[in-house]
């Protein structure tokens, strides 16, 4: 099994920094290109850009919670969310998924 893990294309964990605002400040934040893959498709998702989308999401936790400690770490952990999200509704009935609709 860790060969499935072991054999992964490296561009996968190697790291990007990206410029973005957020609340209106400039900063870099700095992920795996498999991370930023999955933020890249949240924020197709929801219809805005990336940077969009992680404004924003920056903006509900400030609200929520105040400043996050890791900001980068709770990034991987959305993008954890919306894959088993993602996978749950794979793997769903095509009957119940029309229902729930």
């Known amino acids: 099994m860790c060969q499935i ?17 957020l609340n209106g400040q400039s900063t870099s934040i700095r992920l795996e290109n498999a991370f930023w893959d999955i933020l890249d498709q949240i924020a197709k998702a929801d219809g805005v850009s990336t940077p969009a989308f992680i404004s924003r999401l920056h903006s509900e936790v400030l609200e929520a919670r105040g400043e996050p400690e890791n900001f980068t770490s709770l990034l991987r952990t959305a993008c954890l969310i919306f894959m088993g999200q993602s996978s749950a509704t794979a793997h769903q009935d ?8």
């Open 94 to 101: 095509p009957a119940m998924a029309l229902a729930a609709e």
């Open 5 to 21: 893990f072991a054999g992964q294309d490296p561009a996968r964990y190697t790291s990007t920094t990206r410029r973005l605002r």
